[in-house]
């Protein structure tokens, strides 16, 4: 499973507005404030393909 990380919180309301247009299907919580969007078995490709219309900077974490 997979979660990106943003560096800000209006980072991760870009990409959530973004992710949510590409119908990439996603977690995430609010009160959260280390700005993760959890994705779950997700396709990365996908998410990489949506995230690379926009220059937001983040990173991808593997977890279980």
Not at 8 to 30: C, G, R, Y
Not at 47 to 64: E, G, Q
């Amino acid at each position: 499973m997979k979660k990106l990380q943003f560096e800000s919180h209006e980072d991760l309301k870009k990409a959530i507005s973004l992710l949510e247009q590409n119908e990439v299907e996603f977690t995430w919580d609010m009160y959260d404030t280390r700005h993760f969007i959890h994705l779950g078995h997700v396709n990365i490709d996908h998410v990489k393909l949506a995230m690379a219309s926009f220059k937001i900077p983040y990173k991808i974490i593997d977890y279980s």
